[in-house]
């Protein structure tokens, strides 16, 4: 089961961003899922999560306050909304999802314990 993540492009330092991810066939409601991205020649990093029970929200210390995982059930989507862009955060962003056991809270932020992935899509921030 692929993701399937739209939303980046070219932005200027400081300008807004938001990402989709869409579950096809599945319902975001009962996965936990989570933001990832990948820099030119860096490892991927964590960048956001919602657990799937509660909805509640994780984020990696250099997005926290700019960065928001939001869901939409009715349109089995999940979002990054991203706020002060910094060129820093240009990178592939990838969306991940869990199986229907979920993931345990400890390995929220592994992305070894996501099950699905999406294609990635690249957001550039120029400064």
């Known amino acids: 089961v692929q993701l399937q993540a739209s939303g980046g492009g070219l932005v200027p330092t400081g300008a807004c961003l938001t990402l989709?991810?869409?579950?096809?066939?599945?319902?975001?409601?009962?996965?936990?899922m989570g933001w990832f991205r990948q820099a030119p020649g860096k490892e991927r990093d964590f960048v956001a999560a919602?657990?799937?029970?509660?909805?509640?929200?994780y984020y990696a210390d250099s997005v926290k306050g700019r960065f928001t995982i939001s869901r939409d059930n009715a349109k089995n989507t999940v979002y990054l909304q991203m706020n002060s862009l910094k060129a820093e955060d240009t990178a592939l962003y990838y969306c991940?999802?869990?199986?229907?056991?979920?993931?345990?809270?400890?390995?929220?932020?592994?992305?070894?314990?996501?099950?699905?992935w999406g294609q990635g899509t690249l957001v550039t921030v120029s400064s």
């Open positions: 919602m657990r799937r029970s509660g909805g509640y929200t």
């Open positions: 991940a999802s869990s199986g229907v056991s979920g993931i345990i809270l400890s390995q929220i932020r592994n992305g070894d314990s996501y099950r699905y």
């Open positions: 989709s991810c869409v579950a096809p066939g599945r319902s975001v409601r009962n996965l936990d």
